[in-house]
């Protein structure tokens, strides 16, 4: 596995499981403010689990079209290194506007029309499958993204790869897309939102090579 590869886990709503992500050494530990999510985590839930451990992880919040007013509220409440957001593009630029924090976009990608156009302001991309017919929620769905398509990407900007990821095969996903990075939650799980410490270590471990 190449060097520098980075490693988020998202989803992280329990002590046990913070604790596993900074004691793997991950680069990004992930919050959903999403509650059709099972791994929803209330501000103040999020705020509690983050003063566990100073440093370590940046934090990254993770959101579903968000008003800038529920931001500012939540960010009132944890401090937030990133935010993640599914939005259109023409979203993105008030984002950062307005909370001058780095702001990656999710995108699910079937086709090569899917990816992003070069004049997005985005400042990185969580790249997976779109969301399965009848799927409740726009990511997360544990669905593998095609990777023989992102292997024909040339990205312009920092970009994660997700969807369907475990610690079984995110090294050949990242062998095989070029992916600087991998983005994981239910691939890290014991049963839905319940993160298993031992999955969380062998993933960054995989992932680092």
């Not at 009132?76 to 008030?94: C, M, R």
């Not at 090569?112 to 769905?141: C, I, L, M, S, W």
Request: overall charge neutral.
């Amino acid at each position: 596995m190449a060097p520098g590869r980075k490693v988020k886990i998202c989803g992280v709503n329990s002590p046990a499981a913070f604790d596993a992500v900074v004691e793997a050494g991950a680069d990004y530990l992930g919050f959903v403010f999403f509650p059709r999510s099972p791994r929803y985590v209330t501000p103040g839930e999020a705020a509690a689990l983050s003063a566990r451990h100073a440093g370590g992880p940046q934090r990254v919040g993770l959101f579903v079209n968000p008003g800038l007013d529920e931001i500012d509220e939540i960010l009132q409440q944890v401090s937030l290194d990133v935010l993640q957001v599914y939005a259109p593009a023409e979203a993105i630029a008030a984002l950062r506007n307005r909370f001058g924090r780095p702001v990656w976009r999710a995108l699910g990608i079937a086709t090569p029309a899917d990816f992003p156009a070069p004049e997005e302001v985005a400042d990185g991309y969580v790249v997976e499958a779109k969301p399965p017919p009848g799927a409740t929620r726009p990511g997360g769905n544990a669905v593998l993204a095609d990777w023989h398509l992102l292997s024909t990407w040339r990205a312009r900007k920092f970009w994660l790869l997700a969807g369907g990821l475990t610690p079984d095969n995110v090294a050949a996903a990242l062998a095989q897309t070029n992916a600087p990075g991998a983005d994981v939650s239910s691939g890290v799980e014991s049963a839905p939102g319940e993160k298993s410490p031992a999955l969380i270590r062998r993933f960054v471990a995989a992932v680092r090579g």
